[in-house]
């Protein structure tokens, strides 16, 4: 199988969750995790990725634990990506194509960040769309980044729940 990798422009995005200028204590945290924030490789197995995430989580949202943090770091994800040449791009074509072509499409969105995601997204109704994705280890994280995506894209109806997580693949339910 092919290693899973998070791309340079998503933990690029992440990293945004920190805020600018980084303090040379963090920076040299952060190279302890295996990120330069400084020197961004291309690429990023996804264990140091996740680690990635529990730090920031960690100076980001000290008060919340879980699934509340992950999906806090979701919607950060999103708001730090969208500032990257790629989450820029990423984001007008979703407002361009509305919330059911952008919806519908997801796996290809979901390769701008990744090499190995995959989603289906089944209309349920004019204004609904029932979505899986493949693999996913924090459903919550996931929540976050369509909910703040959906926010960004389509406004405060988009709503998205989680229906059901099972192995590695997440079931969810997103209407507007």
């Known amino acids: ?38 020197k961004l490789l291309p690429a990023y197995g996804v264990p140091t990725y996740l680690q990635l995430l529990d730090f920031i989580g960690g100076k980001r949202f000290p008060e919340l634990q879980g699934n509340e943090r992950d999906r806090a770091l979701g919607r950060e994800f999103i ?19 509305g919330p059911m072509r952008a919806t519908l499409r997801l796996t290809r969105t979901m390769r701008t960040v990744n090499n190995y ?34 926010l960004e ?12 997580f099972e192995g590695e693949r997440a079931d969810f339910l997103v209407r507007w």
């Open 1 to 38: 199988m092919t290693e899973r990798l998070i791309f340079g422009n998503s933990v690029e995005g992440m990293l945004r969750a920190l805020g600018p200028g980084l303090s040379p204590a963090l920076k040299s945290e952060l190279v302890a995790l295996g990120v330069n924030p400084d």
């Open 117 to 150: 995601s995959t989603s289906e997204a089944i209309p349920a109704s004019d204004s609904s769309v029932h979505v899986w994705c493949h693999p996913v280890l924090r459903p919550w994280y996931y929540v976050g980044v369509f909910e703040q995506a959906g």
């Open 79 to 97: 708001r730090g990506f969208g500032q990257t040449f790629v989450g820029k791009a990423t984001l007008s074509l979703g407002r361009v194509l």
């Open 153 to 164: 894209l389509h406004g405060p109806s988009y709503v998205v729940e989680l229906h059901k």
